[in-house]
């Protein structure tokens, strides 16, 4: 499914407060490159030989000079990771607080000393007056975090249509490519029921794996919103995610679940 324009709309939301956890961030950040060193170093011992380096190695190794270790031919500056985090900002995630603005501000902050990572976020709800229709906000850079809000107006979650719009944008990348939802319940739609909705999510996975791109949900389990509920719907987003989803009740949890998969992502990197 190709989103039309009577499907999606973007706005501004409201603003919210934000934190950064400092120290969080820088050791992502060390860790994020510590690991991409790595992975450069393993690209540039495994790639196509260029001859006339090793031409020059063996004649600098015999005069006794420091030889050139880069035998390889292949660009590895080129190897890079585009992320689109996509949040849902339906009005049950009121219950959040400002935690899910901390977490992204904290990772927008470790990626400014990774430039091989292109983080984008997309939060997304639903409105409950354009029938089946996704309000979008593109949040580009750590300033605009503030703008990840629960909606009290547009306040559905039609989260096929959020993946919808993600995957059109990024499979035009020439990069790795990693999806990451993150949301606190079912797909709502004020013109489809839950098993159509389901059936539609499903979908959006099929076509992303097809594309390779790697995708994975972070599942809120809202308490707070949900009551009693709470398990039935979380046995629901199993049924929809399979082993695509990691859940949690605790925001600490979630947050080192982020970054041990945005760590994997990088060591992925040299894999065809």
Not at 17 to 28: A, D, H, I
Not at 156 to 185: N, Q, W
């Amino acid at each position: 499914m190709t989103l039309s324009g009577d499907l999606f709309s973007f706005k501004v939301r409201k603003t919210g407060n934000y934190e950064v956890n400092q120290k969080l961030s820088n050791r992502l950040s060390d860790t994020l490159n510590r690991v991409k060193g790595k992975v450069d170093q393993e690209f540039t011992q495994s790639g196509i030989l260029d001859v006339q380096e090793y031409i020059n190695f063996r004649v600098d190794r015999k005069s006794k000079k420091m030889p050139n270790l880069n035998l390889f031919s292949e660009d590895i500056e080129k190897r890079g990771l585009t992320v689109y985090f996509v949040v849902d900002s339906s009005l049950s995630m009121t219950y959040a607080r400002d935690n899910l603005r901390n977490i992204t501000a904290t990772i927008f902050k470790a990626l400014e000393k990774c430039p091989f990572i292109d983080f984008k976020v997309i939060a997304y709800s639903g409105s409950n007056a354009l029938g089946h229709h996704v309000k979008l906000q593109e949040i580009n850079k750590i300033e605009e975090v503030k703008y990840i809000v629960p909606d009290d107006i547009d306040r559905l979650t039609p989260t096929d249509l959020a993946l919808s719009y993600v995957h059109d944008k990024i499979r035009k990348s020439e990069d790795k490519k990693l999806v990451i939802l993150f949301t606190d319940g079912l797909p709502e739609s004020c013109d489809y029921g839950y098993d159509h909705l389901q059936h539609e999510v499903k979908k959006q996975i099929v076509k992303m794996t097809n594309d390779k791109i790697n995708f994975f949900t972070i599942f809120y389990q809202n308490y707070g919103y949900c009551g009693s509920q709470t398990s039935d719907i979380t046995e629901k987003m199993r049924s929809i995610f399979k082993n695509r989803m990691y859940e949690s009740k605790d925001f600490n949890t979630l947050e080192k679940i982020l970054q041990k998969h945005l760590i994997q992502a990088i060591e992925r990197l040299n894999q065809n």
